[in-house]
């Protein structure tokens, strides 16, 4: 019979290995420091203040997943095309600063955390549930 320390080691097996979390986060600094000092061509880019939040990694670290933010808008799904545009030039710029045989694709996606923890927020502070919470 396991106990809870061989559930807990069952469930580290299925999720990202520590290189993953490691080169994530690599390059997750790299292209938030790119995004701060780099002039985009692109119109769709050229005022943007874009933030990384997370990037996850595939197995073989060949795809990345990057989780971007707007500062101060919730538009971030409209410069998905621009940073898809912007993808290749990113990776040549990334590829000085990561140590890695080969730069992963970047692929973006919009981070939406947290509208999701501001949407359960109001809905914990509707006085209905207050109530309920209360009791």
Request: charged letters at 30%; zero cysteines.
């Amino acid at each position: 019979m396991a106990g809870p320390a061989g559930k807990l080691a069952g469930l580290a097996a299925s999720g990202p290995s520590q290189r993953q979390l490691r080169v994530g986060e690599e390059v997750r600094r790299v292209l938030a420091d790119l995004f701060a000092r780099t002039e985009f061509r692109d119109p769709d880019l050229a005022d943007a203040r874009i933030t990384v939040t997370e990037v996850r990694l595939s197995p073989d670290l060949k795809h990345a997943t990057a989780f971007v933010a707007r500062l101060g808008r919730s538009d971030v799904e409209a410069l998905l095309p621009a940073l898809n545009r912007v993808s290749p030039f990113l990776r040549s710029r990334m590829s000085g600063s990561l140590r890695l045989r080969v730069v992963p694709e970047i692929h973006f996606q919009p981070d939406t955390a947290l509208d999701y923890a501001m949407e359960v927020d109001a809905l914990l502070r509707r006085p209905d549930v207050a109530r309920d919470l209360d009791e």
